[in-house]
T-cell receptor, first 114, second 112 residues
Framework: DADVTQTPRNRITKTGKRIMLECSQTKGHDRMYWYRQDPGLGLRLIYYSFDVKDINKGEISDGYSVSRQAQAKFSLSLESAIPNQTALYFC?????????????FGSGTQLSVL | KQEVTQIPAALSVPEGENLVLNCSFTDSAIYNLQWFRQDPGKGLTSLLLIQSSQREQTSGRLNASLDKSSGRSTLYIAASQPGDSATYLCAVRSSNTGKLIFGQGTTLQVKP
């Protein structure tokens, strides 16, 4: 089983719909991140969480919200999806005490907003 | 604001060639630098991580170097193979904010 699991793997939705992307990890890491990847723009940080009670905005948080339900779970929500949120979304984890803060990624969720 | 640049954006080499991928960053206040590999439609796999106090890291045919003063890192791939074809990304973690900033990647094609 993967250490960082994202669900769903693919999602097609319509403009205005509420969407939740979920991420769970079995690595025991304290830090979790949400990134989006767009062709030509690379990976950009949406939100990050250094522990369950700590949530921080990244570069492009507008239109998104997150919830850290437990150390192992970090979900990303699009309250009202719009077409320019079509992208490949990645969840990642790292450990502030071990492995030198090496980042581990999930397999990604391809989201299409029509 | 930290900016990370990878040049070239794409590279094609014949099998067996040694090659170097480049990564430059604008702010030398970094905690570490990490190199990743991404296959099409897949997630990122960590290849090497260099702490700010280190100069290089090696794993098999891969060697990554770090020069903070010049804002540069290189990823050296020895004896390239078709299976090395992928996009390679570098990412810099700021020592001030803890954020990880990515370059846009270099897409490598190794031809048999």
């Amino acid at each position: 089983d993967a250490d960082v699991t994202q669900t769903p793997r693919n999602r097609i939705t319509k403009t205005g719909k509420r969407i939740m992307l979920e991420c769970s990890q079995t690595k025991g890491h304290d830090r979790m991140y949400w990134y989006r990847q767009d062709p030509g723009l690379g990976l950009r940080l949406i939100y990050y969480s250094f522990d369950v009670k700590d949530i921080n905005k990244g570069e492009i948080s507008d239109g998104y919200s997150v919830s850290r339900q437990a150390q192992a779970k970090f979900s990303l929500s699009l309250e009202s999806a719009i077409p320019n949120q079509t992208a490949l979304y990645f969840c990642a984890t790292s450990d502030s005490y071990r492995e030198g803060e090496k980042l581990f990624f999930g397999s990604g969720t391809q989201l299409s907003v029509l | 604001k930290q900016e990370v640049t990878q040049i070239p954006a794409a590279l094609s080499v014949p099998e067996g060639e040694n090659l170097v991928l480049n990564c430059s960053f604008t702010d030398s206040a970094i905690y570490n630098l990490q190199w990743f590999r991404q296959d099409p439609g897949k997630g990122l796999t960590s290849l090497l991580l260099i702490q700010s106090s280190q100069r290089e890291q090696t794993s098999g045919r891969l060697n990554a170097s770090l020069d903070k003063s010049s804002g540069r890192s290189t990823l050296y791939i020895a004896a390239s193979q078709p299976g090395d074809s992928a996009t390679y990304l570098c990412a810099v973690r700021s020592s001030n904010t803890g954020k990880l900033i990515f370059g846009q990647g270099t897409t490598l094609q190794v031809k048999p």
